[in-house]
């Protein structure tokens, strides 16, 4: 016949003796023992608390236990994941001592809290620098054309192309206006004739130049034609 108060007192005792610091009494039945990673994370440090007490049957049946959080917070998932481990520990440890076989499976689940914790952060690292020297490499190899970007593209440098000539214009404009005579402005620029009109008074005549040269080009003619006229007279009196 199992003497159960027997064996629940050897496990005590040896429990008190592995965890000196973690292992705290409550009854003769009852007790807790802290629970924390082999490597503490110093920025999100994390512990659990085994809380057992002893059923008149023990080892031959499960403990009554409880999994209670004493240092900083374990995601639900996580937390679903340590309680369905000890009690797979416990079940398969039926008829020996199993405290010890629990608090082991609960300390390989906060280590596997802070594993997975570093494998996402070294994810996220290698990410970033993926993407930088994707980012880098596109400064090499340019940006991909399309129609759509070529012909935006084309659109900005015929804008760029018009205001440029016409700022090219204004200058040699202006640069020819220093150059020319009073006659040559008008002829390159009929804007000034139009422009004088303004100032004229009532009653002023608009003068056209090119009848000026109209006319003397015609005064021309009527003297020549004068002259030979004489010519002739001057032979036929001689006749």
Same mark, same amino acid.
């Given at each position: ?5 027997? +064996?629940?007192?050897? %496990?005590? !005792?040896?429990?008190?003796?592995? @965890? =000196? *610091? #973690?292992? +705290?009494?409550?009854? %003769?039945? !009852?007790?807790?023992?802290?629970? @924390? =990673? *082999? #490597? ?90 993926r993407k930088e020297e994707e980012a880098e490499q596109a400064k090499f190899t340019g940006t991909k054309v399309t129609v759509e970007s070529f012909m935006e593209w084309k659109k900005k440098f015929d804008a760029e192309m018009l ?19 009073g006659r040559q402005l008008f002829e390159q620029d009929k804007t000034l004739a139009l422009s004088d009109a303004k100032y004229m008074e009532e009653g002023d005549v608009s003068v056209d130049a090119s009848q000026f040269d109209k ?25």
């Amino acid at each position: 016949m199992t003497d159960y108060a027997e +064996e629940q007192a050897n %496990e005590l !005792e040896a429990l008190q003796s592995i @965890y =000196p *610091d #973690e292992f +705290e009494a409550i009854s %003769e039945k !009852e007790f807790t023992i802290a629970v @924390y =990673p *082999d #490597e503490q994370d110093e920025d999100h440090p994390r512990g659990l608390s085994l809380h057992v007490t002893y059923t008149p049957n023990y080892p031959d049946e499960l403990p009554e236990y409880e999994i209670e959080t004493i240092e900083g917070t374990i995601p639900q998932t996580y937390y679903t994941k340590i309680k369905h481990s000890v009690k797979n520990a416990a079940e398969e440890s039926v008829g020996m001592a199993m405290i010890f076989t629990m608090v082991m499976a609960m300390k390989e689940e906060l280590d596997n809290i802070k594993l997975d914790a570093q494998r996402a952060e070294e994810e996220e690292l290698n990410e970033r620098k993926r993407k930088e020297e994707e980012a880098e490499q596109a400064k090499f190899t340019g940006t991909k054309v399309t129609v759509e970007s070529f012909m935006e593209w084309k659109k900005k440098f015929d804008a760029e192309m018009l205001e440029k000539d016409a700022i090219l214009k204004a200058q040699r404009v202006k640069e020819l206006k220093g150059k020319l005579t009073g006659r040559q402005l008008f002829e390159q620029d009929k804007t000034l004739a139009l422009s004088d009109a303004k100032y004229m008074e009532e009653g002023d005549v608009s003068v056209d130049a090119s009848q000026f040269d109209k006319e003397e080009r015609g005064g021309a003619l009527d003297d020549e034609e004068d002259d030979e006229n004489a010519v002739w007279k001057q032979l036929k009196n001689e006749d």
